[in-house]
């Protein structure tokens, strides 16, 4: 068993924990109700302090039962998550697509200095040859470790950073 399958499995052994525990264990015995929410509990001590506090403000909408009231927290938890996972999954979807621009971007770029760099070396060749001299590049010793660079079509200049669009196109 992976080392992730084994975190897994314990993670979902202490869910189960949390869920049944408290039932094996008879925590809400001799309640009226025995898992009320927070906000029940914190009525009931309110009103058992000073019974005569009146709230600031009421609900908008009181549901007829407590199972609907459950229903409504549910649907309202299962539509924040919703939100929530929405909102991860554009934010992974736009890293992942900028990563692979980047990847793309850079393999363009290396293409458009190599591009420059022969159209530079061509320059200075044909320069060298206008005043008679000897072009630098014909001077280069050739051998290992040293490789010409390649011509790249439509490659009409250096790579400007943050500029995307291909060179030799308009």
């Known amino acids: ?3 992730n399958a084994k975190i897994n499995t ?3 052994v202490l869910v189960a924990a949390l869920a049944v525990l408290p039932l094996a264990l008879g925590l809400g015995e001799g309640k009226e109700e025995p ?11 309110i009103t058992e302090l000073k019974p005569d506090y009146e709230p600031w403000f009421a609900p ?5 039962s407590g199972e609907i009231e459950s229903a409504l927290f549910a649907l309202q ?7 929530l996972a929405y909102y991860f999954g554009v934010r992974r979807g ?13 393999a363009w770029s290396r293409a458009a200095v190599v591009a420059a760099a022969t159209a530079l070396d061509e320059a200075e060749a044909k320069t060298a040859a206008h005043r008679g001299a000897a072009p630098a590049a014909a001077a280069a010793p050739e051998g290992p470790g040293t490789t010409a ?3 790249v079509p439509g490659a009409a200049g ?3 950073a943050g500029d995307d669009a291909p060179r030799g196109e308009s």
């Open 1 to 3: 068993m992976s080392r």
């Open 10 to 12: 314990l993670l979902l």
């Open 35 to 45: 898992f009320a929410g927070a906000d029940a509990q914190a009525e009931a001590a």
């Open 60 to 64: 908008l909408y009181e549901p007829p």
């Open 77 to 83: 938890a299962a539509l924040g998550a919703g939100v």
């Open 94 to 106: 736009r890293r992942q697509g900028r990563e692979e621009g980047l990847r793309e971007g850079r």
């Open 149 to 151: 660079a390649p011509e």
């Open 158 to 160: 250096p790579a400007v």
